[in-house]
């Protein structure tokens, strides 16, 4: 079992950041690929960014390409997702998730494991 935890949330201005965080514990080995997903009120959730293993490969959504920044750091069993340049639409809460894999999934329904979620609110 993997446990997840993010922070990291609040609120910010549209054309602010956040950076968000995800700590891993439990049966943290390697091979997992690590996700960040969202959720908007009355909305599925959707895909924001992934990253592999070794952190060589990532991978975002068109609709926050140029703007946000996904990075881990294995010796901590930590993710990041740095939001820049923030929009009223990224308004969500926000998921990590993981998943034992050597290729990187883009659907929720490809990972195994998932935090309890953290709030962003950007205001106009």
């Known amino acids: 079992q993997v446990q997840l935890v993010e922070s990291g949330g609040g609120l910010a201005q549209a054309g602010g950041s956040l950076r968000l965080s995800c700590a891993a514990s439990g049966r943290t080995g390697s091979w997992y690929i690590m996700g960040w997903f969202r959720q908007a009120p009355g909305k599925e959730r959707e895909f924001v960014a992934a990253i592999t293993w070794s952190g060589g490969g990532t991978y975002y959504a068109d609709s926050v390409k140029g703007r946000f920044t996904i990075s881990r750091d294995n010796a901590k069993n930590m993710v990041d997702l740095q939001m820049n340049s923030l929009k009223p639409e990224d308004t969500a809460v926000y998921y990590c998730?993981?998943?034992?894999?050597?290729?990187?999934?883009?659907?929720?329904?490809?990972?195994?494991?998932w935090g309890q979620g953290t709030q962003v609110t950007v205001s106009s």
């Open positions: 998730a993981a998943v034992r894999s050597g290729r990187v999934r883009t659907t929720s329904d490809g990972y195994d494991y």
